[in-house]
Antibody, heavy 117, light 107 residues
Framework: EVQLVESGGGLVQPGGSLRLSCATS????????MTWVRQAPGKGLEWVAN????????YYVDSVKGRFTISRDNAKNSLFLQMNSLRAEDTAVYYC??????????WGQGTLVTVSS | DIQMTQSPSSLSASVGDRVTITCRAS??????LGWYQQKPGKAPRRLIY???SLQSGVPSRFSGSRSGTEFTLTVSSLQPEDFATYYC?????????FGQGTKVEIK
């Protein structure tokens, strides 16, 4: 059974930083591109970032470019999202996922990030 | 960027009804589209990938189709557990984009 478990969310002040982690099991993590998706309270889903299996290529939504960094540790089957210069509009549930492609459809349970003073 | 226009934004339906939700892409995306169901407080669940392939474990009353840049999710006979919000996602090119969502409510 595939499991994706996020951690690291919480309350942070505007301008602060937070690092999200996603521990995976049940899939050959090193072979898979991985994704972060977020959902602001009462809003729809928004794709945030992707990373290729070897970490060589990373892609971001414009609103987080230069502030967020996606990374991975294939030896530990883990995905990360370093979030700097956080803004109120970054408040959301953040999901670790492999939502696309035939060998996908996996989502974590999400971790809530609240940016507020 | 590719825009995904999803319609309707909400609908009311009865158990047993046939329901159709549409996503239109602003440019060609091939078959690189998935459909997701989300219930309140829960993570999304994939129903369809590659426009028309049924995710393992998903009931056969769900189906997906494509005509050019228009994609359709059909529920052939709505069940009580199907009342939820549905999203499409294009993963053909970056930035990936979701549709705005369709909330399916009980009539």
């Amino acid at each position: 059974e595939v499991q994706l478990v996020e951690s690291g969310g919480g309350l942070v002040q505007p301008g602060g930083s937070l690092r999200l982690s996603c521990a995976t099991s049940g899939l050959t993590f090193r072979n898979y591109s991985m994704t972060w998706v977020r959902q602001a309270p009462g809003k729809g889903l928004e794709w945030v970032a992707n990373i290729k299996p070897d970490g060589s290529e990373k892609y971001y939504v414009d609103s987080v470019k230069g502030r967020f960094t996606i990374s991975r540790d294939n030896a530990k089957n883990s995905l990360f999202l370093q979030m700097n210069s956080l803004r109120a509009e970054d408040t959301a549930v953040y999901y670790c996922a492999r939502p696309a492609w035939a060998n996908g459809g996996y989502w974590g349970q999400g971790t809530l990030v609240t940016v507020s003073s | 960027d590719i825009q995904m226009t999803q319609s309707p934004s909400s609908l009311s339906a009865s158990v047993g009804d046939r329901v159709t939700i549409t996503c239109r892409a602003s440019q060609g995306i091939g078959n690189d589209l998935g459909w997701y169901q989300q219930k309140p407080g829960k993570a999304p669940r994939r129903l369809i990938y590659a426009a028309s392939s049924l995710q393992s474990g998903v009931p056969s009353r769900f189906s997906g189709s494509r005509s050019g840049t228009e994609f359709t999710l059909t529920v052939s006979s709505l069940q009580p557990e199907d009342f939820a919000t549905y999203y499409c996602l294009q993963y053909d090119s970056y930035p990936w984009t979701f549709g705005q969502g369709t909330k399916v409510e009980i009539k």
